[in-house]
């Protein structure tokens, strides 16, 4: 009976064959036993398919499918194939050192089972496994492509060389986005962005507690609240019903107060306008007032807040939008400074867009029969709270 032999090309022999050259026969199964364990070969694929050939009880560089290491050599022209036989049942370490920037797909010779593909560039080394798992379709596993950082394959995070915690990694149930990491070539970035089924995936960097997101020693602007501080020294009284501006001095070399007063009986008006950041959402926005109370009394004052917005072309002849009102009650002391809570969201008129003019008009509503505030309220500024969705204004 003859000998028979491994899809690897290890000789199987038979009983009473291979008289006088058992020792010779042997030793060559070891040599390729020895190359399927850490054997290198370097192929050049520079054909489309490149079969990797068995070379049966050779232990020599041409029994190609029997080396763990294979090294892809050559300048390839076009997206490349190479192949393996059906039977073949083992792992290989494979680098893509061909030249050429096109696909190299490795897989079995015939068959629809998995294949494992470098990507037209990739000159990575990937470790590979061929299961012979389908007489007909077997597949190919890139084992790289299916490492998952769930316990119990790595556990839930990777140590440093002193075997402290480095890097946490945590799972979401129905996952669809992650991670890309891209390196660049000079002059360039590396990149870490956002990727996966989702549309508009944010990128989000989270620091612990009261921790600041920073480059370098720098904290990074986030987009979110902003405030934009206007003096009344920035605002007018309207022409009809104008609050009316005025000094109150301390004491002399002290704090000196440049306020707009608002009468206690009559409703009383002041604007300013804004060409409102670039980086602002175009969305609602909220309010504080700084104030001081012109007499002693300790009701309730209440101010009162509206907008519009105005783009190239608009006529400012048009009406504010809905006001939001806040009340404060009077601190008892004059010349004492008084912040009221923040307003609650105020819609600005006219559909905000970019570049806008945004014209503001604050009133005290002392018509209202629960400003019962007695003193004139000495308007020192606003805090305008808006939202931003860039990082700047460019």
Same mark, same amino acid.
């Given at each position: 009976?003859?000998?028979?032999?491994?899809?690897?090309?290890?000789?199987?022999?038979?009983?009473?064959?291979?008289?006088?050259?058992?020792?010779?026969?042997?030793?060559?199964?070891?040599?390729?036993?020895?190359?399927?364990?850490?054997?290198?070969?370097?192929?050049?694929?520079?054909?489309?398919?490149?079969?990797?050939?068995?070379?049966?009880?050779?232990?020599?560089?041409?029994?190609?499918?029997?080396?763990?290491?294979?090294?892809?050599?050559?300048?390839?022209?076009?997206?490349?194939?190479?192949?393996?036989?059906?039977?073949?049942?083992?792992?290989?370490?494979?680098?893509?050192?061909?030249?050429?920037?096109?696909?190299?797909?490795?897989?079995?010779?015939?068959?629809?089972?998995?294949?494992?593909?470098?990507?037209?560039?990739?000159?990575?080394?990937?470790?590979?496994?061929?299961?012979?798992?389908?007489?007909?379709?077997?597949?190919?596993?890139?084992?790289?492509?299916?490492?998952?950082?769930?316990?119990?394959?790595?556990?839930?995070?990777?140590?440093?060389?002193?075997?402290?915690?480095?890097?946490?990694?945590?799972?979401?149930?129905? $996952?669809?986005? #992650?991670?890309?990491? &891209?390196? !660049?070539?000079? *002059?360039?970035?590396?990149?870490?962005?956002?990727? %996966?089924? /989702?549309?508009?995936?944010?990128?989000?960097?989270?620091?612990?507690?009261?921790?600041?997101?920073?480059?370098?020693?720098?904290?990074?602007?986030?987009?979110?609240?902003?405030?934009?501080?206007?003096?009344?020294?920035?605002?007018?009284?309207?022409?009809?019903?104008?609050?009316?501006?005025?000094?109150?001095?301390?004491?002399?070399?002290?704090?000196?107060?440049?306020?707009?007063?608002?009468?206690?009986?009559?409703?009383?008006?002041?604007?300013?306008?804004?060409?409102?950041?670039?980086?602002?959402?175009?969305?609602?926005?909220?309010?504080?007032?700084?104030?001081?109370?012109?007499?002693?009394?300790?009701?309730?004052?209440?101010?009162?807040?509206?907008?519009? $917005?105005?783009? #190239?072309?608009?006529? &400012?002849? !048009?009406?504010? *939008?809905?006001?939001?009102?806040?009340?404060?009650? %009077?601190? /008892?002391?004059?010349?004492?400074?008084?912040?009221?809570?923040?307003?609650?969201?105020?819609?600005?008129?006219?559909?905000?867009?970019?570049?806008?003019?945004?014209?503001?008009?604050?009133?005290?509503?002392?018509?209202?029969?629960?400003?019962?505030?007695?003193?004139?309220?000495?308007?020192?500024?606003?805090?305008?709270?808006?939202?931003?969705?860039?990082?700047?204004?460019?």
């Amino acid at each position: 009976m003859a000998s028979t032999y491994t899809p690897l090309g290890v000789e199987l022999m038979a009983t009473g064959e291979n008289a006088g050259t058992w020792g010779t026969k042997t030793n060559t199964g070891l040599q390729i036993i020895e190359q399927i364990s850490g054997g290198y070969v370097s192929i050049a694929i520079t054909s489309t398919p490149t079969t990797l050939a068995v070379s049966d009880g050779a232990a020599t560089d041409a029994n190609q499918v029997a080396h763990r290491i294979i090294e892809f050599t050559g300048s390839i022209g076009e997206n490349t194939v190479v192949t393996i036989p059906l039977d073949v049942q083992t792992f290989y370490i494979i680098k893509n050192a061909s030249s050429g920037s096109y696909t190299v797909q490795f897989k079995y010779v015939t068959g629809s089972g998995s294949s494992v593909t470098w990507a037209a560039g990739d000159k990575s080394t990937k470790i590979i496994y061929a299961t012979a798992n389908d007489g007909t379709n077997p597949d190919l596993v890139d084992v790289g492509a299916g490492l998952s950082l769930t316990s119990p394959n790595l556990v839930t995070g990777i140590n440093d060389v002193a075997g402290n915690e480095l890097m946490k990694v945590t799972s979401t149930a129905s $996952a669809v986005n #992650e991670f890309t990491i &891209a390196n !660049a070539a000079s *002059g360039n970035g590396p990149i870490l962005s956002t990727t %996966g089924g /989702g549309t508009n995936v944010d990128l989000n960097l989270n620091p612990k507690g009261s921790g600041v997101l920073k480059s370098g020693t720098a904290a990074v602007k986030i987009a979110g609240t902003e405030t934009i501080w206007v003096p009344a020294q920035a605002m007018f009284g309207t022409t009809t019903n104008g609050a009316d501006a005025q000094a109150v001095e301390t004491t002399a070399t002290r704090p000196e107060l440049k306020v707009l007063d608002f009468d206690a009986s009559t409703a009383e008006y002041a604007q300013f306008s804004i060409a409102m950041p670039k980086s602002w959402n175009l969305g609602t926005v909220t309010y504080q007032v700084f104030w001081s109370p012109g007499n002693t009394n300790t009701d309730n004052c209440i101010f009162g807040l509206q907008g519009l $917005a105005c783009t #190239e072309g608009d006529t &400012a002849d !048009a009406v504010f *939008g809905t006001a939001q009102e806040v009340t404060d009650a %009077g601190i /008892g002391t004059v010349e004492d400074v008084q912040m009221t809570s923040v307003s609650s969201a105020m819609t600005i008129a006219g559909s905000p867009a970019d570049d806008d003019i945004c014209f503001f008009q604050l009133y005290r509503d002392a018509a209202d029969g629960s400003d019962t505030f007695t003193g004139d309220a000495r308007l020192m500024g606003i805090k305008l709270f808006y939202t931003t969705d860039a990082a700047n204004d460019g």
